[in-house]
C-alpha cells in the first residue's frame, strides 16, 4: 500500500507571487505516477500535471512545475505568477503504474490555497 | 482526455433509503472509479468497476452497501443503500487512460 502526505493544509501568497506546495510519498512500487489536482469550489476535480516516475526531467506545465525527488519521495507544486483563479484545494495523488489500468489514485489530505488580491 | 457526467448532482435523501448515482463516460474506458469525499476531506476510493465482471472494493467498503453496475464500456452506476447521515459525502467516478485519470463533476449526497 502507498501513503501520500501533504503536510500544509493551508497557505496564502499574494496575487503574482510564487507558491510550492510540498507533498511525498511512500510506496514499494518503482513504476508509478504522480499528480497534482485542482479542486475549485465548484468541486471538479482538475488534472493539473503529471510527473511518470521513471522520467527525471520534471513535468511543467505553463505556470505549474513539479520538483521531484525519486529518492526522498518527493513532489513539490511550484505555481508561478499566481492569479486569483488559482485559489483551491491542492490535492497530491499517486498512482501505480499496471498494465491492467486497474489501479485507483491515492490522494493526500489536500492543501487549500488562496491568492490573495 | 474524457468528458464525464454524473446524475444527479446533488440530492438531499432521507435516512434508510437508496440513492443511484449515474455516470457517464463520452467514449469506451475499460476501468470506471468511484470515490467518496466526505465534507472537507481528501477523496477515497470506493471501488474499481470493470466492464463484464464484478466489482473489486476496497477495505471498508462492501458491496451490500454500495452495489455498483457496469453493463457497458461507457456506463455505471453506484448505489447508496440504506443511507445514514454518515454517508453524507460528495460522490465521484471516474476513468482512466493509460497515463492519466479524469473525474465527473461529483454529486453531492445529504443524507437527513
Known amino acids: 500500500a502507498q501513503t501520500v502526505t501533504q503536510s500544509q493544509p493551508e497557505m496564502s501568497v499574494q496575487e503574482a507571487e510564487t507558491v510550492t506546495l510540498s507533498c511525498t510519498y511512500d510506496?514499494?512500487?518503482?513504476?508509478?505516477?504522480l499528480f497534482w489536482y485542482k479542486q475549485p469550489p465548484s468541486r471538479q476535480m482538475i488534472l493539473v500535471i503529471r510527473?511518470?516516475?521513471?522520467?527525471?526531467q520534471n513535468a511543467t506545465e505553463n505556470r505549474f512545475s513539479v520538483n521531484f525527488q525519486k529518492a526522498a519521495k518527493s513532489f513539490s507544486l511550484k505555481i508561478s505568477d499566481s492569479q486569483l483563479g488559482d485559489t483551491a484545494m491542492y490535492f497530491c495523488?499517486?498512482?501505480?503504474?499496471?498494465?491492467?489500468?486497474?489501479?485507483?489514485?491515492?490522494f493526500g489530505k489536500g492543501t487549500h490555497l488562496i491568492i490573495q488580491p | 482526455s474524457a468528458v464525464i457526467s454524473q446524475k444527479p448532482s446533488r440530492d438531499i435523501c432521507q435516512r434508510g433509503t437508496s440513492l443511484t448515482i449515474q455516470c457517464q463516460v463520452d467514449?469506451?474506458?475499460?476501468?470506471m472509479f468511484w470515490y467518496r469525499q466526505q465534507p472537507g476531506q481528501s477523496l477515497t476510493l470506493i471501488a474499481t468497476?470493470?466492464?463484464?465482471?464484478?466489482?473489486?472494493?476496497e477495505s471498508g467498503f462492501v458491496i451490500d452497501k454500495f452495489p455498483i453496475s457496469r453493463p457497458n464500456l461507457t456506463f455505471s452506476t453506484l448505489t447508496v443503500s440504506n443511507m445514514s447521515p454518515e454517508d453524507s459525502s460528495i460522490y465521484l467516478c471516474?476513468?482512466?487512460?493509460?497515463?492519466?485519470?479524469?473525474f465527473g463533476p461529483g454529486t453531492r449526497l445529504t443524507v437527513t
Open positions: 510506496t514499494s512500487e518503482n513504476n508509478y505516477y
Open positions: 471516474s476513468v482512466r487512460t493509460e497515463y492519466e485519470q479524469y
Open positions: 467514449s469506451q474506458v475499460t476501468m
Open positions: 495523488a499517486f498512482m501505480p503504474f499496471s498494465g491492467g489500468g486497474a489501479d485507483g489514485l491515492t
Open positions: 468497476a470493470n466492464q463484464g465482471s464484478e466489482a473489486t472494493y
Open positions: 510527473q511518470e516516475a521513471y522520467k527525471q
